[in-house]
């Protein structure tokens, strides 16, 4: 599914976000993605949903070399992954309804059945009342919960989340995270970046662990 052999992301062609990382996530599996703040989580989850290429090494995503492929190739396979990113991302002239329905209107998706996906995702995170609305009336979790939606309404092979309770109270983290087991049971691997310590030791699962921009050594896991 993943493969990443001495990869490294440099930004500007001078700041080494990302160094010499090696690791492998099979399909299927649930992975924590943890360390501190500009540890390189987001620029990690930046390299697996292919908004950029690595500056060295070699990266496999849904089994394609992404240094080697050529550019046209991307796009499909950016449309397999979901990503929640975490500033959310949400177009502020759509309402979250609209939101949520754009990748599936980017796929060409037939209306009647976007309507009916994006009501039941909706209906998951608890906005279906709020669906005319749009980004700039929702809360920081509202939004967040929008964000969540529209990157699994496309039911992705590969879901990244980066920070997704950060704006999520207790009980609502709890839900999203039945929502991503759910997902992962049903075939998603998903890769959740978090500084939510309680959320990982209540979700035990493997964790990489980025410190300075490199993957400490895998810790024994509890299988995936
Ligand atoms: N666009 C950019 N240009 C230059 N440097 C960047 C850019 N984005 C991130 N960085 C740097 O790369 C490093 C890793 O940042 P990144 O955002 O990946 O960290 P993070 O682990 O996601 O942190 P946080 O937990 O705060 O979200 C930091 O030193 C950051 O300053
Ligand atoms: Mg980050």
């Known amino acids: 599914m993943i493969r990443g052999e001495a990869v490294g992301l440099r930004y500007g062609g001078r700041v080494e976000a990302l160094q010499a990382l090696s690791f492998h996530v099979p399909e299927g599996a649930f992975r924590w993605l943890l360390g501190p703040s500009g540890a390189g989580k987001t620029s990690l989850l930046r390299l697996l949903s292919l908004a950029v290429r690595p500056s060295g090494g070699r990266l496999e995503v849904l089994g394609q070399d992404i240094g080697a492929a050529p550019r046209r190739s991307l796009p ?15 177009l502020g002239h759509l309402s979250a309804f609209d939101n949520v329905a754009l990748p599936l209107r980017l796929a060409g998706r037939p209306e009647g059945q976007i309507a009916a996906d994006v009501a039941e995702m909706l209906r998951w995170v608890g906005l279906l009342e709020r669906l005319h609305a ?12 929008v964000a969540i939606a529209r990157a699994v309404v496309t039911r992705p092979l590969l879901l990244l989340a980066d920070e997704p309770t950060g704006n999520l109270d207790a009980a609502q983290a709890a839900r999203l995270m039945q929502l991503l087991k759910e997902l992962n049971r049903l075939g998603t691997t998903v890769l959740v970046a978090t500084h939510n310590d309680a959320l990982v030791a209540r979700y035990p699962a493997t964790a990489m662990r980025l410190a300075a921009g490199r993957l400490l050594a895998p810790e024994a896991d509890d299988g995936d």
């Open 134 to 145: 749009r980004p700039a009336e929702l809360s920081g979790g509202e939004q967040q919960r």
């Open 76 to 90: 499909p396979l950016r449309r397999r992954i979901g990503m929640v990113f975490q500033d959310f991302r949400l």
